[in-house]
Nanobody
């Protein structure tokens, strides 16, 4: 049974920090690219950061580059998002996503994707 559980959200002041954690089980964790998304009411869910199965490759949305860091622990099946210098526009529900991205040129691009229920982050000014 696949399970993805986010934790670490909360209320923080402008300029503060939070560390989100995602615990995964029930699938071959190292074969999945892990991503954090955030969602704000009225807007599309936005990809914030991603990390490859091996942890060698990371990518970030321009809006968080230099402030957020994604990391994973394949021994414990966890992925974290360290968020520093938080701003009010970082407010949103943060979701952890797992996807078995296929190599370039292979279609379909993925077969399975799993989501957690999210954790709320609120940054006050």
């Amino acid at each position: 049974q696949v399970e993805i559980v986010e934790s670490g959200g909360g209320l923080v002041q402008l300029g503060g920090s939070l560390r989100l954690s995602c615990a995964a089980s029930g699938f071959a964790f190292t074969k999945y690219t892990m991503r954090w998304y955030r969602e704000v009411p009225g807007k599309e869910r936005e990809e914030v950061a991603g990390i490859s199965g091996s942890g060698d490759t990371t990518n970030y949305a321009d809006s968080v580059l230099g402030r957020f860091t994604i990391s994973r622990n394949n021994a414990e099946n966890t992925v974290d998002l360290q968020m520093n210098t938080l701003r009010p526009d970082d407010t949103g529900m943060y979701y952890c996503n797992a996807r078995d991205d296929q190599p370039e040129g292979v279609y379909p691009r993925y077969k399975w994707t799993f989501w957690g229920r999210g954790t709320q982050v609120t940054v006050s000014s």
